[in-house]
């Protein structure tokens, strides 16, 4: 089984993960922002720029074992 990554913007985490339940996800790491346009600026860069997923995964890569 291969995993995937989802990268998105909530308001209610604890929500959106009961809404993936059924592919059991695995939280690994989240960012909290105060402004809901810092949130969805970031999640864009992170959408838009592959290399920033990438590094990400780099600077977690114990995590995704």
């Keep these: 089984m291969t995993s995937q990554t989802y990268i998105g ?4 985490l604890k ?5 993936h339940s ?5 939280l690994i ?3 909290a922002y105060r402004s809901e346009k810092d949130a ?3 999640e864009l ?3 838009q720029r592959g290399q920033g997923v990438r590094r990400l995964k780099e600077r977690l890569k114990y995590s995704f074992i």
Aim: glycine residues 0%.
């Design 22 to 26: 059924d592919k059991n996800p695995e």
């Design 15 to 19: 929500r959106r993960i009961e809404e």
């Design 29 to 31: 790491y989240y960012e």
């Design 45 to 47: 860069k992170l959408k």
């Design 40 to 42: 969805r600026a970031r």
């Design 9 to 12: 913007y909530t308001n209610n």
